[in-house]
């Protein structure tokens, strides 16, 4: 795995000059995630959201690698379009070149709006990584709720107040359902964990076949709390158990960090104003909902990765 001191040489892959808000991690993660792609040719793709918005302001750009930008609903077909072309290419010695293939999305564009194309990808087996950075919510458009989005958590269109605590429903479990097509590999991480992030590119684009990464990136605007608690905050949901960081490879799991004594949710929530309403009088039972949820969840990971590994 490259050192620390290895990676601070390598040639960045996404730069500065973006319009990202001051904080966000999804480009931390895309600047960390391209770092560990290493210098290999690499050619990514990335559907309409926050990340593509603000890096390919025309006529500039803030990719130093080659990207295509796709629709809200094919970043995974696209890509492995261009994987099977490339493959083809090479088929006929037409390129010898060795070259790595990511596609990225938000939330909205993966749990939602491009999951049959990236459930299509996989199932083909494309040998390309997909990366999901997950703000939970679609934030360019105004902070509306997805599939991705917590339980009781405000957003434009899940607004707390007298009729719903938020979100009425819970969060899809996307990882779960990319386990579930067999990958070559597929991990969770956050950018908290930069080194275990990294690992996981490495190890994703050394998998023989279709891999993916969920990658949870804490956003200032539409989670509410000041820009100088991202990595806080991304450290907190992997120790209050809200965002295990795991992996899954050849039908085993492994779960990266088992915090010694987890610290309780309401330590993530409390400095996010979308679950501002949860600490007010009245509300103690949506927060052992919560709880409750969390901890199941992490049994459930737990007896996996037991099960698996037996
Ligand atoms: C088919 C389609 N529907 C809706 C839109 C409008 N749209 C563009 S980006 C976006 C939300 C993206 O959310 P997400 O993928 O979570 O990315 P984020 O903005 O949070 O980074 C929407 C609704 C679109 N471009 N195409």
Redesign the pocket.
């Known amino acids: 795995m490259a050192s620390l001191k290895e990676l601070s040489k390598r040639t960045e892959g996404l730069v500065g000059g973006h319009r990202a808000c001051a904080g966000c991690a ?1 480009s931390t993660a895309i600047r960390q995630i391209l770092l560990a792609a290493g210098d290999k040719p690499t050619v990514t793709g990335i ?5 593509e918005v603000v890096t390919t302001i025309f006529p500039y750009t803030a990719w130093n690698v080659n990207l295509v930008h796709n ?3 094919n970043s995974a077909a696209t890509v492995s379009g261009m994987e099977a072309a490339y493959r083809a290419l090479k088929r006929k010695g037409k390129i010898d070149a060795e070259i790595q293939f990511i596609a990225f ?6 749990y939602d ?1 491009g999951l049959q194309s990236l459930s299509g990808a996989i199932e083909r087996r494309h040998k390309m990584l997909y990366v999901c ?1 997950d ?1 939970e ?5 105004g902070y ?1 709720r ?1 599939s991705a989005t917590p339980y009781c958590a405000h957003t434009t269109t899940s607004p707390a107040g007298t009729k719903i605590p938020g979100k009425p429903q819970k969060r899809k479990d996307l990882t779960e359902i990319i386990i579930a097509h067999d990958p070559a590999y597929a991990a969770q991480a956050t950018p908290g964990y930069y080194m275990d992030l990294i690992r996981k590119v490495e190890k994703a684009l050394a998998a023989d076949g279709p891999s993916f990464i969920n990658v949870l990136s804490p ?1 200032v605007p539409g989670w509410g709390y000041p820009l100088n608690q991202t990595m806080n905050i991304s450290k907190l949901a992997v120790e209050t158990l809200f965002w295990p960081i795991y992996e899954w490879q050849d039908g085993k799991y492994k779960i990266n960090m088992k915090p010694r004594e987890p610290k309780p949710l309401v330590d993530f929530l409390k400095l996010q104003a979308r679950f501002r309403h949860l600490l007010k009088p009245g509300n103690e039972h949506l927060l052992e909902e919560l709880q409750a949820e969390v901890n199941r969840r992490w049994e459930v990971l737990l007896r996996k990765e037991q099960a698996t590994n037996g």
Do not use: K, L, R, V
């Not at 559907?47 to 990340?51: A, I, N, S, W």
């Not at 999305?105 to 993966?110: A, S």
């Not at 919510?137 to 458009?141: E, V």
């Open positions: 999804a559907c309409t959201g926050c990340m629709a809200f609903e999305g938000g939330d909205g564009g993966t709006i950075y703000n919510a679609y934030m360019n458009t509306q997805s956003c």
